[in-house]
């Protein structure tokens, strides 16, 4: 051993009575069913011992659409998680749907969860899909969302936000982000409690002229008799500047 030592030989030592984290085991165990080579460095940060087992951070592990799967996998079997950091990867739609199909079949209220999901290859689709899960992210996420969306060049012809908690509070800023979001024809905020003082936002978001919604969807969001009558008369004022508009309030 000295004798190596002195010759600066690199000794390459191998451990194995290790006891790795549960969810760095239930992945060794999903690559083992599927007879995959386990990520070194995927490995590596699924074992830091300064990280918590519900905070899981994966970031900059070279990860794909297939080589993420067995991971996947065993973070489904986790279940527990507060902050999933996938971030720096080369991931694309596959697997934002699989994620998204985690969240939505755990037991687990998201309340508090952390998502770091930047530098990947998601489409704004797949992101909004993800985004507006119903009972999960609630107001939060269509905030959120909105607001990401305002910043950037996509282009959505149909905006969903229906059922997402959305209040009369936070109508007034979900609004001013709409109007930025290029080529919204239809928009649907059934189901959320927009009541009458969110009346007012949605007056000010169809007079802008930034705004392209021509179809509005607005049944069982507890407007009021106020409420109703007031978007009787700007639909009036709106169909004498434009050629079609769409209320749908039942």
């Known amino acids: 051993m000295k004798n190596l030592l002195s010759q600066k030989v690199c000794i390459e030592a191998v451990i194995n009575e290790w006891v790795p984290k549960r969810l760095m085991k239930l992945?060794?165990?999903f690559c083992d069913k599927s007879t995959e080579a386990p990520s070194h460095k995927l490995l590596k940060k699924l074992y830091n011992l300064e990280v918590s087992e519900d905070e899981v951070i994966v970031s900059d592990c070279v990860l794909q659409d297939r080589s993420i799967l067995?991971?996947?996998h065993a973070l489904e079997v986790h279940k527990t998680v507060a902050l999933l950091d996938i971030s720096y990867n080369s991931l694309g739609n596959e697997t934002m749907e699989k994620i998204q199909q985690i969240f939505t079949s755990s037991n687990q209220k998201y309340g508090g969860l952390t998502l770091d999901l930047h530098c990947n290859q998601f489409g704004p689709t797949a992101l909004f899909e993800?985004?507006?899960?119903?009972?999960?992210?609630?107001?939060?996420?269509?905030?959120?969302?909105?607001e990401a969306l305002s910043c950037g060049p996509q282009e959505l012809e149909k905006f969903d936000l229906s059922v997402c908690g959305i209040t009369s509070d936070f109508t007034r800023k979900i609004?001013?982000?709409?109007?930025?979001?290029?080529?919204i024809v239809e928009l649907n905020l059934g189901g959320n409690s927009i009541g009458d003082e969110g009346c007012y936002a949605l007056e000010c978001m169809l007079s802008d002229p930034q705004c392209s919604?021509?179809?509005?969807?607005?049944?069982?969001?507890?407007l009021g008799l106020g409420g109703i009558?007031?978007?009787?008369?700007?639909?009036?004022a709106i169909l004498g500047l434009?050629?079609?508009?769409?209320l749908l309030l039942l």
């Open 175 to 183: 609004c001013g982000h709409i109007v930025q979001i290029n080529g």
């Open 242 to 246: 434009v050629e079609y508009f769409e």
């Open 130 to 146: 993800f985004l507006r899960t119903k009972s999960y992210w609630y107001k939060d996420g269509a905030m959120r969302l909105t």
């Open 70 to 72: 067995s991971f996947l």
């Open 27 to 29: 992945y060794m165990d």
């Open 213 to 222: 919604v021509k179809s509005l969807i607005l049944d069982r969001c507890h």
């Open 229 to 236: 009558l007031r978007i009787i008369v700007w639909t009036d």
